[in-house]
């Protein structure tokens, strides 16, 4: 995917904050800390136009990003980690229900997870969730480059098995070294209707 453009266009809380439902969108979706920011940032070739940060919970907006004037990716916040007040926490799970349940443009959700975990509760209540409301989802493992062949191999089936599905449903991405990114793209293309890459 050449990118020609890439732009931050608005935060949102709420529908009224929205921009204009006029491109199609996805959205990424995962754990706090899974890096979810330097995911987007690969794949746009970007250092920097999604904020990375080494505290969790950052991110307390949906931050929409129009790429090539023709698709939007929209950054949802991180869950599920502990610093974050509970008050806010509590925010998050209505407005990103809002915005996944009403936007008309969706086209699927990016869930992304970190290899070296076992998808837990809330990885599993969002795919039941997302499968209820027939949004399609898009599963990554991030940071494969932390683990050596042999190890990956073995958490990829793990995971898999965990989640109920085949290990080519789920696509290995490592931002270090940018594998999968290819993948990930033409994933991305296809749900949204695009043409994909090669």
């Known amino acids: 995917m050449i990118i020609k453009s890439a732009e931050f266009v608005t935060s949102a809380t709420r529908p ?10 996805i959205a990424f979706a995962g754990r706090s800390n899974v890096g979810k920011s330097s995911l987007i940032n690969t794949l746009v070739n970007r250092k920097r136009l999604v904020k990375t940060s080494s505290t969790p919970g950052r991110t307390q907006l949906i931050n929409f990003f129009n790429i090539n004037e023709n698709l939007v990716f929209v950054d949802l916040p991180g869950y599920g980690y502990a610093r974050v007040p509970a008050a806010v926490q509590k925010k998050w799970g209505p407005m990103i229900e809002t915005y996944l349940s009403t936007r008309s443009t969706l086209k699927a959700v990016v869930l992304i997870m970190d290899i070296r975990r076992t998808p837990g509760a809330r990885e599993m209540d969002l795919l039941y969730w997302l499968d209820y409301h027939g ?31 085949e290990k080519e449903d789920i696509i290995l991405f490592s931002a270090k070294n940018r594998n999968g990114k290819d993948v990930l793209w033409n994933a991305i293309l296809s749900a949204a209707g695009m043409k994909k890459k090669g």
Request: proline share 7%; hydrophobic share 40%; no cysteine.
């Open 16 to 25: 009224s904050q929205y921009p204009p439902a006029d491109l199609p969108e």
């Open 135 to 165: 949004i399609a989802v898009i599963r990554v493992l991030t940071k494969t480059d932390k683990l050596a062949k042999t190890k990956q191999a073995k958490q990829h089936a793990a995971i898999a098995q965990t989640l109920g599905i």
